[in-house]
Nanobody, 121 residues
Framework: VRLVESGGGLVQPGGSLRLSCAASGFPFTVVMKWIRQSPGKGPEWVSTISADGRYVYYADSVDNRFTVSRNNAGKILYLQMNSLKPEDTAVYYC????????????????WGQGTQVTVSS
């Protein structure tokens, strides 16, 4: 199982970034999630997308600013982040689903290696 995130970087407040997560080594048509972790804080659930991409869910803190999507043929998960705020600064991880809850954080062994997003002027 391999999940490789990319697309992070430094962006000014109000800016945008698109994160990608390339998956391999497992059947990609499963529920997937985005998780983030800020320095000194525990991991936070960000978003969940159903196996077919029809159903999406967001944490209140990112709703109406972030959009999750997926390309099952290419085995890629995306997170479009708009109107970024300093409090969005974190390492962002994609993750396979663990259990059945939409808004829980899976164990870290289900995550990729992460990509750093820094929102600062």
């Amino acid at each position: 199982v391999r999940l490789v995130e990319s697309g992070g970087g430094l962006v000014q407040p109000g800016g945008s970034l698109r994160l990608s997560c390339a998956a391999s080594g497992f059947p990609f048509t499963v529920v997937m999630k985005w998780i983030r972790q800020s320095p000194g804080k525990g991991p936070e659930w960000v978003s969940t997308i159903s196996a077919d991409g029809r159903y999406v869910y967001y944490a209140d803190s990112v709703d109406n600013r972030f959009t999750v999507s997926r390309n099952n043929a290419g085995k890629i998960l995306y997170l479009q982040m708009n109107s970024l705020k300093p409090e969005d600064t974190a390492v962002y991880y994609c993750s396979r689903q663990y259990g059945s809850s939409v808004d829980t954080v899976p164990p870290s062994q289900y995550w990729g290696q992460g990509t750093q997003v820094t929102v600062s002027s």
